[in-house]
């Protein structure tokens, strides 16, 4: 093939134009270490990105659930075992009151006492957690127990879920009906009954069959928050695993080998170095300067 | 016999042949650099004879010395017709990868700004406010996750619609060109065909035609016919655009909009024919008719509308499925039936997304007789993002199909590249200059020139001695 000088220019020029371009792209690289610029560097790694990240968000907020609903079952738990002690002390004084030596006096003061410790269960019962009733999830009245009346402000059957995973729920508020019952047949009613039944010196001893039963709803309440608890640690846990896995996956999806990065960028700068270094030494003369 | 002065005028025309030969060489190297110069030679053939006048015994004679017949343009039509096809193909590749990497660069995925990272915040302020219901800072949130989200789709929207006007604009222009390039070739076509019929050389002119041929190879592809007469007729996808000196004219016709680029597609035709495509397969016009080309259900219609159909089906979809869940829900006040997005009829989907919903309380966030500060219902909605079918996994598999398009459109630009290269440089090797070979040319024609110039003066000795020193013998 006859070359000419404009094939040669022509090729220079290429050579140097694609040496140097390659050594932008190495700069690119580089400089954001990320090998994913465009969805064209790597179309399956784009898709595999962005469902990193998604997941990654999804992760993020599945922690924040995680944090809000341990916040819950800690109070939940307090309150269930305030409630258990009080109830216990509400037995000693059923029992104490079962001793019949004891004059109206005594039994009146007894009564006074048990008063008191309805009332500090009925604070139990409504203790809140930023503004929500924990025994009442979903109830926006600012008790779950009508202090008069005993009303139940919750609505039966429905709960507060914590989304902590995928397709995984966590129940974080305890239903105040299973724990203290509602109305008339609530255990403030039933500690009413004994107290009026002390007043009017009428025998309760069957009270203890009462709180006995409440003791045990207590117990299996509590129970229940126990298991959320746990449910709670094992999501976070979890979750703490996953996040490093992500941004394991979504590093080798999306970001340059930074020692490689480094080497290619080394070599297309000697590349385009050497290029130049040709094209400089090549041409500068011709038959031209060789005639006289 | 040959004349006493034959060889005076055998001389002459050595002279001025090396003298044109010189002239043709200074041509070529004062054009060395010239875009689209063919280098010339001089085509000469040595003299006959002169026919003797006896009758009878014929004498060998000298012939009579150089006759110059002709300026050769060198050049080769088939390479010269391989460098348009190939630089019709590379125009047409170059055209759709260079709109390709500026269209992924307007999608802007995947990053931590994107639509698919906006859909992702907008799910998880679900979560959240199926955590607080009812309380009003979580629920506007909630709002103005969307409304970035109705920002981020109809911004995303309206510059792959810019970027459709811009490149129809472009591609009306191009056609312009393509008119412009026909009506000079037809020109030149008269002129070089009256200066072939008188005999002279035209051959800087055919050089500035075969540059036209190959600006509009460029543009619209296309094949160039050398004729008998020196004219060439240059037809477009099998249609007749330039013939001896008439030219006609193409248009473009269509949308202006990308909204109307569905009912009207984009489309390149004979201005005396309008309404009917040319079908063209290379060429600038052709790699922009394939980007402003109307979306398919199938996903094989043109790039951009593609692109602007995702961001229509991704509105949609989002509006669809999240109303479809929020109007089941109850607001905490207790009011049913909300709708969240509303969707303008009319118009692309994704300009006519916007949150229906006016504030906070218009959020419903439970189901309805579970308690006004159920949350059920934001925990649902926040699941539509990872659900079979979600606008999330929409969008995902479009940006993939993007870059799988753009990545086809480079490698196959770099082929086409290689390949125009490569028939550039066979047609250089031909047709351009080489000093070097110029300057060796000079020095056999200078050497020519001084050799016939010492027959001259040979001849002209003795003739010298014949005229004033014959029959001198013992004179003086």
């Known amino acids: 093939m006859r070359i000419t000088d404009q094939i040669v220019y022509a090729g220079q020029t290429r050579s140097l134009q694609s040496s140097l371009a390659a050594l932008a792209t190495a700069q690119q690289r580089a400089m954001t270490g990320s090998k994913l610029n465009r969805p064209a560097d790597d179309p399956s790694g784009a898709v595999a990105s962005l469902q990193l990240r998604a997941q990654q968000t999804q992760n993020t907020q599945f922690a924040r659930n995680v944090t809000d609903g341990q916040a819950w079952t800690t109070a939940a738990d307090t309150a269930l075992q305030q409630t258990s002690t009080l109830v216990r002390n509400a037995r000693d004084l059923v029992i104490q009151a079962g001793n019949g030596s004891l004059n109206q006096d005594a039994r009146n003061s007894l009564a006074d006492q048990l008063a008191g410790l309805r009332d500090s269960l009925l604070t139990q019962a409504n203790t809140q957690i930023g503004g929500r009733n924990v025994f009442a999830g979903t109830s926006d009245s600012g008790a779950a127990y009508d202090t008069a009346t005993y009303a139940f402000s919750g609505t039966p059957g429905s709960a507060v879920m914590r989304r902590v995973g995928d397709g995984q729920t966590v129940r974080v508020d ?43 709803a207590i117990g299996s309440a509590q129970a229940a928050v126990g298991s959320a608890q746990n449910a709670l640690q094992t999501a976070s846990t979890a979750q703490a695993t996953a996040a490093t896995a992500l941004t394991a996956r979504r590093t080798d999806v999306e970001d340059v080998d930074t020692a490689q990065a480094i080497i290619d960028l080394t070599n297309r700068n000697n590349v385009y170095q050497a290029a130049l270094l040709a094209v400089s030494n090549s041409m500068q003369s011709n038959l031209t300067d060789f005639l006289r | 016999m040959a004349s006493t002065f034959g060889g005076l005028e055998t001389a002459y025309t050595g002279l001025t042949a090396a003298r044109d030969a010189m002239n043709i060489t200074g041509q070529n190297v004062t054009n060395a650099g010239t875009p689209g110069y063919t280098r010339q030679r001089i085509v000469q053939t040595s003299a006959v004879p002169a026919v003797s006048t006896h009758f009878g015994t014929a004498q060998p004679q000298p012939g009579q010395g150089v006759v110059v017949t002709g300026i050769q343009r060198i050049a080769d039509e088939l390479a010269n017709a391989r460098l348009r096809a190939a630089s019709a193909q590379a125009s047409f590749t170059g055209t759709r990868a260079d709109a390709l990497q500026t269209l992924q660069d307007t999608v802007g995925e995947p990053s931590d700004t994107g639509v698919a990272s906006q859909l992702s915040q907008f799910w998880a302020s679900w979560q959240d406010l199926a955590n607080n219901p009812g309380q009003a800072s979580t629920a506007a949130v909630v709002l103005s996750d969307a409304q970035s989200l109705v920002n981020g789709i109809a911004s995303g929207y309206s510059k792959v619609a810019s970027q459709w006007s811009g490149l129809r604009t472009q591609a009306a222009g191009l056609a312009d060109q393509v008119n412009q390039a026909a009506d000079g070739i037809a020109t030149l076509n008269g002129k070089i065909q009256q200066t072939l019929a008188a005999g002279g050389s035209a051959n800087e002119l055919i050089d500035q035609r075969d540059a036209l041929a190959q600006t509009v190879a460029q543009l619209v592809g296309g094949t160039a016919t050398p004729r008998a007469d020196g004219t060439v007729d240059v037809f477009v996808a099998g249609n007749v655009l330039v013939t001896g000196q008439s030219a006609n004219h193409v248009q473009l016709a269509g949308a202006t909009q990308l909204e109307g680029a569905a009912s009207a597609p984009v489309q390149l035709e004979w201005q005396a024919h309008p309404g009917q495509a040319i079908a063209i397969d290379g060429g600038q016009i052709a790699g922009a008719l394939s980007l402003l080309a109307p979306a398919a259900a199938d996903g094989s219609g043109g790039v951009l509308a593609q692109t602007a159909e995702a961001y229509n089906q991704l509105a949609t979809s989002v509006a669809t499925q999240v109303n479809a869940l929020h109007s089941t829900g109850v607001t905490t006040d207790g009011r049913t039936g909300l709708a969240f997005f509303s969707l303008a009829a009319g118009g692309p989907a994704a300009l006519g997304l916007s949150v229906a919903a006016g504030g906070p309380a218009d959020v419903a966030a439970g189901a309805p007789g579970a308690g006004a500060l159920d949350g059920t219902l934001a925990d649902r909605i926040s699941q539509l993002g990872t659900a079979a079918g979600s606008p999330d996994a929409q969008w995902h598999s479009f940006v993939g199909t993007l870059g799988a398009t753009a990545q086809a459109a480079q490698v196959q630009d770099a082929q086409a590249q290689a390949s125009a290269t490569s028939a550039a440089t066979a047609q250089q090797s031909i047709s351009s200059v080489d000093t070097d070979q110029e300057n060796l040319d000079l020095i056999t024609e200078q050497s020519a020139y001084q050799a016939a110039a010492r027959v001259l003066t040979s001849v002209d000795q003795v003739l010298d001695t014949l005229i004033n020193h014959t029959g001198v013998v013992g004179l003086a």
């Open chain 1, 174 to 216: 305890v239903d105040g009906t299973s724990v203290y019952g509602a109305g008339a047949t609530s255990l403030f009613a039933q500690l009413d009954g004994m107290i009026s039944d002390l007043r009017a010196g009428n025998p309760i001893s069957y009270g203890i069959a009462e709180l006995d039963t409440a003791q045990q």
